[in-house]
Every structure is written in C-alpha cells, then in structure tokens.
C-alpha cells in the first residue's frame, strides 16, 4: 500500500501538520518535526464527528474531530476548524480522507478478520459489545441481551447509530461516532455480517 500524507492546518493561523500513512504506521507531524509515531499493531482505537461552535445567538462553525489511539493510552489528535462556513468544503475533504485512511490503515483487516471468526463460530468483542454466530449481545452484564442476527436492525443517522431489536425496538444501544471509541468498527462488523447474511443492512434515518 502506498504512502499517503495529508496536510492541514487546525485554523488559519495555526502551523501546519501532517499525518502520514503507511503499512507499518501512523506518523504525526508539526511542520517538518515528529511529534509520535504509532505502530500499526499498536493501533488501539479511533473515533470521528463534527463539533459545533456556538456563538452568543447561532452556530457560527464546526469543529471536524479525529482522535486514534494507542494500547498505551497515547492519543494523536485531529482537530480541522472551519468558522463562518471558509474552506468548509476544502476542511470536510481532508477529514474524510483521515478517516478513510485510519480505517484502511489500521481497521480493514481487523474487521474482516472479525468477521471471519465469528462466521467460524468464535466470540469477538468491541467496544462491550459482543459478537457470535447467533448474534449481538449489547449488554453483556445482562441475561438475555443477545440480539440474533436475524432479528437485528441497523439504523444510521447523521451522528449515530443504534443496534436494535425488531421485535422490541425499545431494546436497543446507540453508538455516537463523536464520543464512543470503535464505534466505526461496531458499525462496520454489524454492516458486513447482516451483507453476508443477506439480511436487512443498515439504512438512513431522518434525524
């Protein structure tokens, strides 16, 4: 896989950054100087959204967030600040290629191997949620918190999702892509086996 360096600045007056990626790591820059360096199979946990900057009566921007983070609890911290709306456009296309990227990256194999494993009848678990060939535990504390595959419903919304029943949609987990850790990954393993399974696959929902 190639490298790929993606350059940013947090605000206009800011230095600039860099965040490269490669089959080995994950390096973060500031200017031409290294400020960490994680390892691929360090590579722990990540997790994306937008913030929103208020002012005293309206939203007057957004803050795109990317955090990743390492099994020794370091965390490299992507922070693209657009206000009043200038280079939105621009800002928003350099965030989706970080997250794109960090997926590939770090993730992608990780979720196919997932995948594989609980087709194979093993156990995988993420973010507390557990995954086996029945289905879904969202609440392994609980007794009979196993959702089956069969009965899972996916939705997406524009800054969550949530994992629900169909014969009891009141029990349900929702997962914000801003705050919970590896709910992409969630997202991702969910999506892929209910594919597999030609069962229904996540959809849109109206905010």
Known sequence: MEIVEIKYKTNFFSTERTIVFSDESIEFYSEQNLLI?????????????????????FTIGRVYSVDIRNNKNEIIKVRLRSLYGINRNRLFK???GIINNIYEHAFDEYVRKSCQEIENGKTVT???IVFNSEGICIDPKKKNSLIKWDDLVVNKYTYYFTLASRKQPD?????TFLTDWNSPVVFSISETILRDKKLQPPHMCCE
């Open 37 to 57: 360096r994680f390892k691929k199979e360090e590579i722990k946990d990540f997790r994306f959204g937008v913030k929103w900057i208020t002012g005293i009566e």
């Open 94 to 96: 350099k965030y989706s």
């Open 126 to 128: 993420v973010s507390d």
């Open 171 to 175: 029990f349900y987990k929702a997962f």
